[in-house]
């Protein structure tokens, strides 16, 4: 072995962030309680699911390789064995710590500590439910993630796999009668009505949801760090429209030690925040604490895992963390119901999907890999090209020229007459060679990330922007 | 390949068997609903977990095979390589059938259909939730077990790890308030009372349970058949003793088509049972149809998986069957609340492991196989043995000396010192060779499902003939 794991932190760091994170976890049961306690229990779990997987990936990443889940790493020079599959690991981790964090939020001692603003009389069992069909999606979308990486499932198998996995989901909303409304946007309310009810649409609408999750961050792949990268933005950035609806100025008070410099005791953080986004609604709160009891967890995992997966990579995710990430994403949209807000978060995977549709659908030639080209002498990625082998249909042609014509893609075309003979693969990744021009791995893999955050911004523009234009207050 | 996988049975029985389970699945829906109508669509879901796992075996097996997961039949003339870990495929197969049996019972309109002696009013909540954490248990068992398989786990590692799968339950357990008193034998009433707290030793029993029912069954292993075997007759041990809860006679009808015959139109079977051993507890019945609703696909799977896995095998089972197989024995005994009763029928296994102790705490050495050994001339077993290296110590001696005299084991002296040189194997197998003499592989297998038969008839006697000598009727 030529690449060493690369380094852990040093033991002071673990000094400081456990103590931190058990702080965190055994807050709740000091008295008097936080306003919520349960979040802070889901901090410190967070905090130790960064851990967790910043020291068992390396360590682990032997075994991966002797049981033959290893990879060779395409756009290098070198050709170590790198382990496969270790989202696997994060997989566990962030599974084990959802179960472990059960009787925080759902236990009769919790239940019953009155939590100001949020005081709860009665045993939360609907909500138990819906976290435990979420956690067994999770896990069936592990499993046969890990599956998927064991038995190299074919492409067009493996799509649907996360209709599967979200089953669980699916049959709890059933047995729940869940809500199947949808508000109906004000520019076709006359046909429709205010609300809709989509019935056993809407079970299909939940399926797809995670099947384009999964599917979305999972064709995004090839260089070091594009998978957990994806994830752990779109994570934070639900996290941050979580932590809108939370009740931040019914009387949660910051206290900042300001009399050490002088100043007052203590200062009101957040009373101009108002009530929140939730308007005193407590479903809305609830909804919105579940989703961050899933998101806080996954971004720590997501933060770990990336660091050794960044360039040069010492690990890959394999298929299982697209699968885990995409299932966690689908299960908050649903169950927290704002897969609308979720989608937007999603705005370079759409780009990226339809600009693949014409490969994805057969009317361009698809490469078994559609990464980038590696030049070796300069270290710089290329777009990648797919070959027609016999001349395209007209459609085609078509649709290429109109691609080209936006900048999409770039056409290699018969000097005479004028056949399309080669076009760069039509991925995001190389839109952005082809854009910005040839770069290097580790600088792609930031072009990538900076799209995706631009494009939370943007989501978060629509969202709280724009949304009144289609959509009044009335938001079930 | 030699051996071609078992043929699987004509379209004919097909033909007859998926219109059963069908109709025993949409039974419920049809007015008016029967008694139990959940039991009807379980019934109809365990015909097609038999089904399922009869067809998807042999079709998966060359997928398994090209994947790595193979082995060698060691008890065999020939070197084929028969597909591993196959336990995974019934696995998930059950898991996806209890998780599609949900709304049956549990959901708004199931709840609400008047079932005789069952009358639900209110959303059975707190059931769905202890339902659910079960199958998160029984899958995290199958993702444990399957990891096991695919980085082959050293033995004294693996033996904790169905305490991780049982976290699950351990955690809803205490979420929900689950009751931790147990009833006080009488001999000893005088010192303890009648109730006793076992508080947090209550969840370590549990955690043990769980542990004890998976390496239990697994370490009963080496020769076709035996695992599956001994799960599919503690499970209908389980059913049968749970069938005996139900509120048979409160109106339930058979309606048999005597008129047909001459005879009367119907007649009433179970009039003479009385009102069961629930004796009119709701929660007694609901607990054992809880049980039933696991316990029943497990017996479809089971049957489905042995005709591959009977001598001589087709498909090997893997550690992953045990884990799941385990792990569901002991879901139902600690939610259903008959753990005691559940390990009366381990009487097999329980005997195995005190037989085996001496070579699991290190008292005799332990070779990795303890399989019996194979003559190829006889086709017949005999027993193994382990050899002593070095001269054993007291202890070990005194042990083994014991265990001669009772019969359990053979062991081989030194003609002049008397030093013992090499000892039979500790294992049920290689007890029954011993006791029984040599005998081909299918014979042994025969003989360990006598065996788990005599002992469940046993089981049975013990709990309902002798168990009031050390209990009263109080039987919480």
Redesign the interface.
């Given at each position: 072995m030529r690449l060493a794991p690369r380094p852990t932190p040093s033991k002071f760091v673990l000094a400081v962030l456990v103590p931190t994170a058990t702080w965190f976890i055994i807050r709740p049961l000091v008295e008097p309680p936080p306003p919520l306690p349960a979040l802070h229990a889901s901090l410190g779990f967070s905090l130790l699911a960064f851990l967790w997987t910043l020291y068992l990936v390396p360590a682990l990443g032997q075994?991966f390789v002797k049981?033959?889940?290893k990879g060779r790493d395409l756009l290098k020079v070198y050709n170590d064995d790198i382990p496969e599959s270790m989202g696997?690991i994060c997989a566990s981790i962030y599974?084990?710590l959802l179960?472990?964090f059960?009787?925080f939020p759902?236990?009769?001692f919790m239940s019953l500590s009155t939590s100001e603003g949020l005081a709860k009389q009665e045993?939360p069992?609907?909500q138990?439910?819906v976290y435990?069909?979420s956690?067994?999606s999770i896990?069936?979308a592990?499993?046969l993630g890990?599956?998927d990486d064991?038995?190299?499932i074919r492409w067009r198998h493996k799509v649907p796999i996360p209709i599967?996995a979200s089953?669980?989901l699916l049959?709890?909303y059933?047995?729940?009668?869940g809500n199947t409304n949808v508000v109906v946007p004000l520019p076709v309310r006359f046909l429709f009505g205010t609300l809709i009810n989509l019935g056993p649409l809407y079970y299909v609408y939940m399926a797809l949801l995670s099947t384009f999750a999964t599917n979305s961050i999972n064709i995004i792949a090839g260089i070091n760090g594009s998978e957990v990268s994806q994830a752990l933005i779109i994570a934070m950035s639900v996290v941050l429209n979580d932590l809108l609806y939370l009740p931040w100025s019914t009387s949660y008070r910051f206290r900042l030690p300001l009399y050490l410099l002088g100043g007052e005791a203590d200062i009101d953080v957040g009373g101009v925040w108002s009530a929140g986004m939730a308007h005193g609604s407590r479903q809305l709160v609830e909804r919105h604490l579940l989703s961050l009891y899933f998101m806080l967890p996954l971004v720590g995992v997501c933060l770990g895992f990336l660091y050794h997966n960044w360039y040069p990579a010492r690990a890959f995710p394999g298929d299982t963390l697209c699968y885990v990430t995409g299932m966690a994403f689908a299960v908050v949209g649903i169950q927290a119901h704002f897969s609308k807000t979720l989608l937007l978060f999603f705005i370079p995977q759409i780009f990226n999907f339809v600009l693949s549709c014409p490969q994805l659908f057969g009317l361009v030639p698809c490469p078994r890999h559609r990464v980038p080209r590696f030049d070796a002498n300069t270290n710089l990625l290329h777009p990648s090209k797919a070959m027609f082998e016999r001349p395209p249909s007209r459609l085609s042609t078509v649709v290429l020229r109109l691609f080209a014509a936006f900048g999409l893609t770039e056409l290699t075309t018969h000097p005479k007459s004028g056949t399309i003979l080669e076009v760069t693969n039509l991925t995001i990744l190389n839109f952005f060679l082809l854009r910005i021009g040839p770069m290097s791995e580790k600088r792609l893999t930031q072009t990538l990330i900076a799209t995706q955050i631009s494009g939370s911004l943007l989501a978060f523009i629509v969202r709280y922007g724009l949304a009144w234009l289609v959509y009044d207050g009335d938001r079930r």
């Open positions: 075994t049981a033959g889940l696997l599974i084990l179960i472990l059960i009787p759902f236990s009769h045993f069992h609907f138990l439910s435990l069909s956690i067994l896990l069936m592990t499993l890990f599956l064991v038995f190299d599967i089953i669980p049959m709890v059933y047995a729940e009668s």
